[in-house]
């Protein structure tokens, strides 16, 4: 009877057993069949991801391909654009060179007529001695004051026109201010109608103005006008004997030089010059605007 009961038992236990192994079968297979799904899903959106992604590569292959000929090309065209401009630099360039050049030769070439200028006056000079001997003097040469009855404009024995202006010239450049201006007057002295009187008595009223003698540098600048009306110093003198009695304190008259010379020389570099003049307030403190629109008008 044991025995019936322990084999039914062990059916009963058998039977349960294979049930439940059935069931994780079916169970283990319909896992199985959702896990190949889901790969089969996976694998088909992995695809479509790595299409997309080689799409995007070429594109962007393709897009840097593009912006590389575009730079290129822009690159070219900026270079050929630049081109005529860079050759325009060139030449202004070698112009300023050719300009500054040309300058100089003119300064070189003004310093060497004044110098001939000068040994023509000497020449001219020892001439006149040759033709005219002067009488034997009562007095040591040079003594006598010009102007004055009994003077004689005949330089002291060793003067001459050329040295006399290169040592005024380069005393007055080298800053010794006194000794250019004795040096200067004995040039008006002596030679008062060669080329170069004009330039002396410019010089020697600059002298003053660097001194800070506006006075006597507005009457000496006032002597190139009155002396030397036509030469090449007459702007310059005038513009700077304007300037001398602005800064002598003499405004009204000051006025009156640089608003004649803005009408006789309107297209002048001095004419320039004193528009910017007459717009200074510290030299014109009360008529500066008044000034400016008096020389437009």
């Known amino acids: 009877m044991k025995l019936l009961r322990l084999a039914a038992l062990t059916l009963l236990c058998s039977s349960y057993s294979f049930a439940r192994n059935k069931d994780l079968e079916e169970l283990q297979r319909a896992l199985d069949a959702r896990m190949d799904l889901?790969?089969?899903?996976?694998?088909?959106?992995?695809?479509?991801?790595?299409?997309?992604?080689?799409?995007?590569?070429?594109?962007?292959?393709?897009?840097?391909?593009?912006?590389?000929?575009?730079?290129?090309?822009?690159?070219?065209?900026?270079?050929?654009?630049l081109t005529p401009v860079t050759g325009l630099s060139t030449r202004v360039d070698a112009m300023s060179e050719d300009t500054k050049a040309l300058r100089d030769a003119m300064g070189d070439l003004a310093a060497r007529l004044e110098r001939m200028d000068a040994k023509m006056t000497d020449l001219k000079n020892q001439l006149q001695i040759m033709q005219s001997p002067p009488p034997a003097p009562t007095a040591p040469?040079?003594?006598?004051?010009?102007?004055?009855?009994?003077?004689?404009?005949?330089?002291?024995?060793?003067?001459?026109?050329?040295?006399?202006?290169?040592?005024?010239?380069?005393?007055?450049?080298?800053?010794?201010?006194?000794?250019?201006?004795q040096e200067y007057q004995q040039y008006l002295t002596y030679f008062p109608n060669t080329e170069l009187a004009a330039n002396a008595q410019y010089y020697l009223a600059e002298v003053s103005y660097t001194k800070g003698d506006y006075k006597a540098a507005a009457d000496a600048f006032d002597a190139v006008l009155e002396r030397y009306p036509n030469n090449p110093k007459t702007a310059d003198a005038k513009y700077m004997k304007g300037m001398s009695l602005a800064r002598?304190?003499?405004?009204?008259?000051?006025?009156?030089?640089?608003?004649?010379?803005?009408?006789?020389?309107?297209?002048?570099?001095?004419?320039?010059k004193a528009t910017?003049?007459?717009?200074?307030?510290?030299?014109?403190?009360?008529?500066?605007?008044?000034?400016?629109?008096?020389?437009?008008?």
Do not use: C, W
Not at 248 to 271: C, H, M, V, W
């Open 38 to 81: 889901i790969q089969a899903n996976f694998d088909k959106q992995l695809g479509v991801l790595t299409e997309s992604l080689r799409t995007v590569q070429n594109d962007t292959r393709h897009n840097a391909e593009l912006i590389a000929s575009m730079q290129e090309s822009l690159s070219g065209a900026v270079t050929r654009s």
């Open 141 to 181: 040469a040079g003594t006598a004051v010009p102007g004055q009855p009994g003077a004689s404009n005949i330089p002291p024995m060793g003067m001459s026109a050329e040295k006399t202006y290169n040592d005024a010239r380069r005393d007055q450049q080298t800053g010794n201010l006194d000794l250019a201006a």
């Open 248 to 272: 002598d304190g003499q405004r009204t008259k000051a006025i009156g030089e640089l608003r004649s010379l803005i009408q006789t020389n309107p297209s002048s570099e001095q004419a320039r």
């Open 276 to 297: 910017q003049a007459l717009n200074d307030k510290r030299l014109f403190p009360s008529t500066a605007s008044a000034g400016t629109r008096r020389s437009r008008d």
